[in-house]
Nanobody, 128 residues
Framework: DVQLQAFGGGVVQTGGSLRLSCADS????????TGWFRQAPGKGREGVAC?????????WFPDSVKGRFTISSDGAWNAVYLQMNDLKPEDTAVYYC????????????????????WGRGTQVTVSS
């Protein structure tokens, strides 16, 4: 089974930056839709970034983070990163990474299908 590990959260002031990492020792993300999600207290889970290299590189971001967050992988697709810049208090949440580990070949389009492998969350707190 794929067991993702997400880490890199912390406390940062408004306007600061954090970089989250996601990896599993025995899984490569190559060709699999992989994303970052977040859940703030009392709110539903929200997808904040997607990456896939199936049929060429594709990424997706919702308007709430577009221009501030970027998603990338290492060259071997062993890890996926979420770079968060210009953080705001409303970005405070538990962040999770997830991947569709069973199916390859999809691209990022804002819809999430078959995200079956999830990492434990990492807390991001943005102070005002």
């Amino acid at each position: 089974d794929v067991q993702l590990q997400a880490f890199g959260g912390g406390v940062v002031q408004t306007g600061g930056s954090l970089r989250l990492s996601c990896a599993d020792s025995g899984f490569t993300f190559d060709g699999h839709v992989t994303g970052w999600f977040r859940q703030a207290p009392g709110k539903g889970r929200e997808g904040v970034a997607c990456i896939s290299d199936s049929g060429g590189p594709s990424t997706w971001f919702p308007d709430s983070v577009k221009g501030r967050f970027t998603i990338s992988s290492d060259g071997a697709w062993n890890a996926v990163y979420l770079q968060m810049n210009d953080l705001k208090p409303e970005d405070t949440a538990v962040y999770y990474c997830a991947t569709n580990s069973r199916t390859a070949g999809s691209r990022c389009d804002g819809y999430w299908y078959g995200m079956d492998a999830w990492g434990r969350g990492t807390q991001v707190t943005v102070s005002s």
